[in-house]
């Protein structure tokens, strides 16, 4: 198949026909987004499957109804733009290279090293090139930018409300901080970075051990084993720096000074000392006032915290392996007591059978579970001087604050795994004395919220329960940033950015107006205040026309039904999309729903990533496998709610599935025949699985539903010609259902067939088909007579015989008569052995023979429903049926007949279970 020309052939029709526009004509309206994607280079095939449920989930309910307005635009906030043109300016070769990989042209190139027009220039490739390439129904009239005048207004008009509700607060804050780009926002989403999206922000206490005239600060995560310290250890292949730190002197690694100078005022370097040369001497313990000595340890690594380790044997599996590895010079000092345990390293180490150092993992687990029984369960003892019997997580703070309060401890702030910056630098963490905050603290903004979410239709339905519970631990989220970023200017200091995610939770209202700003009816000068208080709140007077139109958009449009984004959102932009929207604005404009999809990954499970390697460009899969061949890949090869493993392999078998849905409709229009029985089954087939598509997309159980769409409607196709089923005015009028049906999902190949079969206009826009009356009986029926032929196949290849007669035995009638009985007895809710057994001694059956059939039946109801079919008459009408397909002769008998039965076989026919004789 020529799948470029029939998609461009279509696409160029919809686009031109301008089909995309949302429009008011049915008085119900659907609103649906996905999450915009930030302006970073080129996307690649994971970006492209929530994209792509996204159009399939919009066509669906344009289909089913439903007055559709599907936006998108560009979130250019942040570091990503600037990041790339810095690159471009500075003639970066790798960078360079992976832009002309990917067909830019050198002019373009020049331009790139202004990140404006890095917004620019890709902004145009992901409408051009991916969204209309897929055949994407966005509203191309509403595209916008998080750069545009129009939209910097409306977040300042979002942030002035903010204070206006007493959502923004003032106070010092510990923020991620590139050196060479400024602030950064470190989260899942990974907007400003490259590597270490979900690093936590650790808080050590840098605890003061002194050496003659200087300061050992050694970082703890747990002050309170201060009383077991035993010694210290330093790396001996490291050359540490002395640091002036305000009046003292720190020895410390030259990483460490540089991080804690960005948290620290008057950290200054002025000298040098090598790691081996501290080993042998001692330094004196704070508040046991000990005197301990320093070792030599290796996993005193230089990259986390101060690089000086302070050791408690006694609880730390680490530190008692380095000292056992170098003979125990000295003795562990027990200052916890947990039940089960004397000297708790010692012991899981011995339990777990940890040989030394290198034995990294089982250390790591035997600290984890050390560290976990002891927090939650540990009482400090009699060496803990004032603390003995305090519950450790009660003595930790207390600890941690008297320290401080002494002048013997101070805070360092580290990540807890490396985060870099999209440029490259390794991020910091830096102290902003005069930082604002969103209040999402608010006792009373989060119980709305978390109310609100009950409400809400939340894809899938484990995040809704997970949603209340990430609401209540949401805190105050730094809203600003200094430094080269693009965004909107803090309405109070304008020295000041807004920073990405705050930006980007009340953004889907600003597609009602982008429409007005892109057709010039109105411009961003005349947004002020007074504009957004009148569309978005209903305050005040219209000024003109415009407006009153705008609000009336608005309120037809809004609130959005479905927010879609990757599941990364789901503790980042999620919660302040919902929480936001539930401050400023009324009620009846709260979100309605949200839709986390999983992520598209690569063989090694990672999330496939620019930044990462292995992202497949878009255009180069979209040439070699067809669009909608992609477009049911994604939603077919595992459910929204999971993980998918981008698979080569996977997406060529389904460009050869759309091929083989080819040619069964151009076999299924050419048929040319007579009425036959098998036409009832077809047709309540056909519905009966159509049912099952609609029930999935209930739930936007998007595999589901193309499961049954592409995979068991063709099937039904398939053995319906099987059976001889030629009848064209009824295949014509279910076809046309399935070409409809299959439209949101593949809509090229779908408006190509609908073209063919003299189709009106486009499917794209026609009725979704409605399910018609299933019977039942002739689906089971047609069930059975499936599972027979599977069954006499199953007898000859077993048996290998060439069968030239076939004898089929249909269930006696007081077999059915139980099944009667049975029935009766399950909707009484009394169906067991002893009931039933008690019912049939009055048929007077054979008892050995019904006590077998019993069991079975009891079984058998207990996975299915049991229909009356009289199994002899159907098996009769396709008795021509089963003489071609085996190529003998066909008799068929019910079980209380007189007939051939030289094996006596036909005492095992059961109802849904006939009896196979084959000679």
Known sequence: ?????????????????????????????????????????????????????????????????????????????????????????????????????????????????DPVEVVKFFSRVYVEDYWKKFGFLIDYTRLMDTISPGYKRFIQWQFRRLHELNLLVQKPHFAPFCPNCGPVAVDRSETDISEGGDAEILEFVIIKFRMDDKILPAATLRPETIFGVTNMW?????????????????????????????QMDGVEVVGKIHGKELVGKKCMAPVVEREIPIFAAKFASPDIATGLVMSVPAHAPYDYVALRDIGMPVEPIVIIEIEGYEIPAKEIVEKMGIKNQEDVEKLEEATQIIYKEEFHKGIMNENCNGYAGMPVNDAKERIKEEMMSSGIASMMREFSK??????????????????????????????????????????????????????????????????????????????????????????????????????????????????????????????????????????????????????????????????????????????????????????????????????????????RYGVDSLRLYYAHIGS???????????????????????????????????????????????????????????????RKAANALFFEIPNIFSWYMKRGGENKSVVMELVKKWVRAIAPFTPHI??????????????????????????????????????????IDEIIKVTQIKPSKIYIYTAPQWKWDVVEIAKKLQQEKRLDMKNLMNEIKKMGVNMKEAAQFANKLIQQMRKEEFIRIDEKE?????????????????????GDEECYDPANKRRHAMPYKPAIYIE
């Open 1 to 113: 198949m020529d799948f470029a020309s029939i998609e461009q052939k279509w696409q160029e029709k919809w686009y031109s026909n301008r089909i995309y526009e949302a429009r008011k004509e049915k008085g119900r309206k659907y609103f649906i987004h996905f999450a915009y994607p930030g302006i970073s280079g080129y996307l690649h095939v994971g970006h492209m499957r929530g994209f792509t449920y996204a159009d399939i989930i919009a066509r669906y309910m344009r289909m089913n109804g439903y007055d559709v307005i599907f936006p998108a635009g560009f979130h250019a906030t942040g570091l990503p733009a600037v990041s790339l043109a810095k690159k471009v300016a500075r003639g970066d070769e790798a960078t360079i290279e992976y832009l002309r990989r990917n067909g830019c042209p050198e002019d373009i190139i020049e331009k790139l090293s």
């Open 234 to 262: 330093v790396n001996d292949e490291v050359e540490y720096v002395i640091a002036k730190v305000g009046e003292e002197e720190w020895i410390l690694s030259e990483k460490a000074a540089k991080k804690l100078s960005y």
């Open 418 to 623: 490396r985060v870099v910056c999209r440029c490259g630098e390794e991020v910091v963490i830096k102290r902003i004395p005069n930082q604002w905050f969103i209040k999402y603290s608010d006792e009373e903004l989060t119980e709305k919220s978390k109310e609100w979410v009950k409400e809400m239709n939340i894809y899938p339905k484990e995040y809704k329960e997970e949603l209340p519970k990430i609401l209540e631990w949401y805190g105050d989220r730094a809203c600003i940033r200094q430094g080269s970023w693009l965004g909107t200017p803090f309405p109070f200091d304008e020295s000041w950015v807004i920073e990405p995610i705050s930006d980007s939770t009340i953004y889907p209202a600003y597609y009602i107006i982008s429409k007005y700003v892109n057709e010039g009816k109105i411009k961003a000068e005349e947004m002020d205040d007074e504009f957004f208080d009148y569309v978005f709140l209903g305050k005040g007077e219209a000024k003109n026309d415009v407006w009153k139109e705008i609000r009336k958009e608005f309120e037809y449009w809004y609130p959005v039904d479905i927010n879609l984004g990757g599941k990364e959102h789901k503790t980042v932009h999620f919660p302040v999309f919902i929480m936001n929207h539930v401050a400023i604005f009324p009620q009846k404009y709260w979100p309605r729903g949200i839709f986390a999809h999983w992520w598209v990954t690569q063989k090694a499970g990672m999330k496939i990533s620019k930044s990462k390697g292995g992202a497949k460009p878009i255009p180069d899969a979209a040439q």
């Open 640 to 702: 929204p709610f999971v993980d998918i493993e981008w698979d080569d392999e996977a997406v060529e078998q389904y460009k050869k599935r759309i091929i083989r849905l080819w040619n069964l409709f151009e076999e299924l229009v050419a048929l040319e025949g007579k009425e036959n029985k098998i036409d009832e089954w077809l047709a309540a087939a056909f519905n009966d699985k159509l049912l099952a598509a609609k029930e999935a997309m209930k739930e936007f159980e998007l």
């Open 750 to 791: 779908a408006e190509e067939m609908w073209e063919k079969i003299g189709g009106d206009g486009f499917v794209s826009l026609q009725k979704y088909p409605g399910v018609e009356g299933i019977d039942k009986s002739i689906l089971k029926a047609e069930e059975l007579l499936i599972s027979l032929t599977e069954d």
């Open 874 to 894: 159907y098996f009769e009408t396709a008795k021509e049926f089963l003489e071609r397909e085996f190529g003998a002769n066909i008799l068929i008998y019910s």
